[in-house]
């Protein structure tokens, strides 16, 4: 059974930083590229970043580029999402996400399963 749980989320101040974890089962993260999207209240869900299993490639949205950092253990089944630098904007719920075909990695229609997501809120 696929499933992808993210945790890590949290209240954290502007200039601040938070780890998100997205722990996966049922399949290989060998195999699999995984993407983070956000979703802020009355916003379109929107690709954050990707890792692609192939060759570790990563790809980031301009908003976050230079902030966040994506990574992942194979051997703990886990990708992560490092953000620095927080700002009220990134404010959303943040989801992890199985790409299965495709190769635009900021097209939702990429990916096959989601975890339940992970609230991240940036204020003072």
């Known amino acids: 059974q696929v499933q992808l749980v993210e945790s890590g989320g949290g209240l954290v101040h502007p200039g601040g930083s938070l780890r998100l974890s997205c722990v996966v089962s049922?399949?290989?993260?060998?195999?699999?590229?995984i993407g983070w999207f956000r979703q802020a209240p009355g916003k379109e869900r929107e690709g954050v970043s990707c890792m692609s299993s192939v060759d570790g490639k990563t790809y980031y949205a301009d908003s976050v580029k230079g902030r966040f950092t994506i990574s992942r253990d194979n051997a703990k089944n886990t990708v992560y999402l490092q953000m620095d630098s927080l700002r009220p904007e990134d404010s959303a719920v943040y989801f992890c996400?199985?790409?299965?075909?495709?190769?635009?990695?900021?097209?939702?229609?990429?990916?096959?399963?989601w975890g339940q997501g992970t609230q991240v809120t940036v204020s003072s």
């Open positions: 996400a199985r790409m299965a075909r495709g190769t635009t990695w900021w097209n939702q229609d990429s990916y096959d399963y």
């Open positions: 049922g399949f290989s993260l060998r195999w699999y590229a």
